[in-house]
């Protein structure tokens, strides 16, 4: 190789990191939100579940978060009885402290990666879409009650390898086998644990999220790209504001059905009579 041949590949390869050192120092927020939100949400349940219990309705299996986020998580019952919003708030519920703590580890570390890769808007539709993808996977599959924002970080997980395999000529060797080769066994460890009985995971929601996350990302043009075309911002504008119609309606079910089970241990339950009949003790 030619002295100029060899000037001309190490010019390339600082400019690619001069590029990649400025997209991640790009400041992050939609990830914040997410892992503000889901403490918040979780704070809540705790409290008003502790209050619930204080008020006389306790049960076997579900603990005081628990019995509050019953009103979003996914119940297949409820999700054929037409409150298909919970495919969507399913994704913020989390069933105890350690299932909460490791989501949002999984969101701060992967969530704030991809939206400096990506930009808030893509990273808005390639999360929603994937923990939305994970719970259908999971009604269609697993009619156990679910929630959790696993659906969506195994899409985060989906969204980074593509990135990675997209985007290697762009990225120095290094980061892109990390995020290809290096991520490659904990996702097989994952899945793979999932199939284990012993263990209740939701694996058609993991599943479903990982191949969700990992289309939108193949389609999806990132930071790195110097130009877009108008219509790939057009259609991003566009599912950006399906994203956020979603989440609206989420919001308006999930409050309705919260504010007319969770007033006292009657409403609750004249809501779910068959968590009474089944596993429900309430004290007189």
């Not at 790209?225 to 057009?234: A, K, T, V």
């Not at 339950?269 to 009949?277: A, M």
């Amino acid at each position: 190789m030619s002295k100029a041949s060899t000037e001309e590949t190490d010019l390339k390869k600082i400019h690619q990191e001069i590029k990649l050192v400025r997209m991640m120092s790009r400041p992050v927020v939609l990830t914040w939100w997410f892992l503000g939100v889901n403490i918040a949400l979780w704070l809540l349940a705790k409290g008003y579940g502790i209050w619930l219990g204080d008020q006389g309705l306790g049960s076997i299996y579900l603990n005081a978060e628990q019995l509050t986020f019953f009103t979003g998580m996914k119940v297949n019952e409820a999700i054929e009885g037409g409150a298909w919003w919970r495919l969507l708030s399913s994704q913020y519920v989390h069933l105890d402290m350690m299932h909460l703590l490791l989501n949002c580890y999984g969101i701060f570390v992967l969530g704030r990666f991809l939206e400096r890769c990506y930009g808030a808007r893509r990273m808005l539709v390639l999360y929603v879409a994937s923990g939305t993808v994970g719970s259908l996977a999971s009604f269609l599959i697993n009619p156990t009650p679910a929630g959790g924002a696993s659906g969506a970080v195994f899409g985060l997980v989906g969204g980074l390898v593509v990135f990675g395999i997209k985007y290697r000529k762009s990225l120095p060797p290094e980061l892109s086998r990390a995020l290809t080769v290096g991520l490659a066994p904990w996702v097989v460890l994952s899945v793979g644990v999932g199939f284990l009985d012993a263990i209740p995971m939701d694996n058609a929601a993991h599943i479903g999220g990982l191949v969700t996350g990992a289309l939108i990302a193949s389609v999806m043009a990132s930071r790195l790209r110097q130009r877009e075309s108008r219509w790939r911002q057009r259609g991003l504008w566009v599912l950006s504001a399906l994203v956020i119609a979603a989440l609206i309606w989420m919001i308006a079910g999930w409050s309705e059905e919260a504010v007319q089970c969770l007033g006292s241990v009657e409403a609750y339950g004249q809501c779910y009579p068959e968590l009474v009949d089944e596993i429900l003790r309430v004290r007189q």
